[in-house]
């Protein structure tokens, strides 16, 4: 008999949960503009009920036992695969730009140390190598992987 209550129990349980998890979603602004999210509808003012997007069968098991498995989404791969060549798009541009960058500091520092192979008076070359410095500082903070 006591089992019997207990199975009881956990039966109604189950179902309270089951029943919570199906809860409302609103969603209202206030007079001052800010959006309001709540599982309570706002006493003076109009909601939009929230649905959530419904969620793809992954497995089934079928009234026989078996189980089948849901068929994969060809939109799903085509948004994927637009995404990654969008992505690899984007990467291969910034290589490009990361090259260029890095030739424009080597071809910096090739003028510069001409200039101080050439001549120089004292300021300008304290000033010609304090640019060495910064542009070989540059360089290797930006171009090592290039």
Not at 35 to 60: F, G, M, R
């Amino acid at each position: 008999m006591r089992q019997w209550m207990i199975l009881q129990f956990a039966l109604c349980a189950f179902a309270l949960l089951c029943q919570t998890a199906q809860a409302r979603i609103y969603k209202w602004v206030d007079q001052s503009g800010l959006v309001h999210y709540s599982d309570e509808a706002p006493p003076s003012a109009k909601a939009k009920v929230l649905t959530p997007p419904a969620l793809p069968d992954i497995n089934v098991i079928t009234s026989s036992g078996q189980l089948r498995h849901a068929p994969k989404s060809s939109e799903g791969t085509a948004q994927r695969a637009r995404a990654q060549r969008r992505s690899s798009a984007s990467v291969q541009k910034h290589r490009a730009m990361l090259i260029r960058r890095c030739a424009h500091y080597r071809h910096e520092i090739e003028v510069i140390e001409a200039r101080l192979r050439a001549g120089y008076r004292e300021p300008q070359g304290n000033r010609l190598h304090a640019k060495v410095r910064a542009l070989e500082s540059a360089r290797f903070r930006e171009c090592q992987g290039v």
